[in-house]
């Protein structure tokens, strides 16, 4: 009987739980749907089964609905809720260049180099959103965090929500770096730009990619404290990438 060979990419808790970075398995099937495919793997890792019925399949790069179907030779990741803020660096290559108006990096970000991006003669409005690394959570105590991404999706994401605001706000500018690997505390993890003709617009693009960034982009963070690490995933209810953000239409 003929079976195919499946590769599925893990990651953060997820790759943590299973203890693989890259799931290999054999189905008699050259295609699935992904919700099948999720409850192959649930049936064979019950005991992750929990974050496994929480995760979503992406598919070359995208994420692709239950309904969907994949393949076999299809690039497939498995990806648990993302934190709003890397497991394919030697097989994609690094991120984007920091002269990018979207960049994921391993290194320190730059306030002013990337507002300098969204520079603009006729913008009377710009803004720079930076999040850092907090020392108190909730009553405990955090060390440090550890950032992780699946750097070619998020960096398709970031470009995602860079389109969606120039469509939203016309002549609106965005920018956004992002961290990976440790980010002590208040060291600055995300950075977001954004400029405009005027401030409504600047305001609202900003809080606009704050928001779709937590909703969409695979990048995941764990919070490291003195007595062990604990994976924060999507903390605002349940978790749909393919969903509008509350209040937008579809």
């Known amino acids: 009987m003929t079976t195919y060979k499946w590769k599925i990419y893990l990651f953060a808790g997820l790759a943590e739980r299973l203890g693989t970075r890259l799931l290999e398995t054999e189905f008699a099937e050259a295609r699935l749907a992904a919700g099948e495919l999720k409850r192959r793997l649930a049936a064979a890792h019950p005991a992750q089964a929990d974050l496994i019925e929480v995760s979503f399949v992406a598919r070359n790069q995208s994420f692709s609905p239950d309904e969907a179907e994949i393949g076999h030779a299809d690039e497939i990741a498995l990806l648990p809720p993302v934190s709003g803020g890397s497991g394919l660096d030697a097989v994609h290559g690094s991120a984007a260049s920091p002269a990018s108006p979207f960049a994921i990096s391993a290194t320190g970000l730059s306030a002013e180099d990337v507002l300098a991006l969204v520079h603009h003669p006729d913008h009377g409005a710009a803004l720079l959103f930076a999040g850092t690394t907090r020392e108190l959570t909730g009553g405990q105590r955090t060390l440090t965090l550890e950032y992780e991404a699946y750097e070619p999706m998020a960096l398709a994401a970031l470009r995602q929500i860079g389109d969606e605001i120039g469509e939203r706000w016309p002549g609106t500018l965005c920018a956004i770096h992002h961290r990976i690997g440790p980010v002590g505390i208040g ?10 003709p005027h401030r409504a617009p600047a305001y609202e693009a900003s809080r606009y990619a704050i928001e779709r960034l937590k909703q969409t982009v695979p990048i995941w963070k764990r919070e490291v404290y003195a007595d062990g ?17 509350a209040g937008e239409q579809p």
């Not at 060291?187 to 405009?196: C, F, G, P």
């Not at 690490?229 to 953000?245: I, R």
Request: glycine share 8%; aromatic share 8%.
């Open 187 to 196: 060291e600055t993890s995300v950075l977001i730009a954004v400029s405009s």
């Open 229 to 245: 690490s604990e994976w924060k995933g999507h903390q605002t209810g349940p978790w749909d990438p393919l969903a509008p953000l």
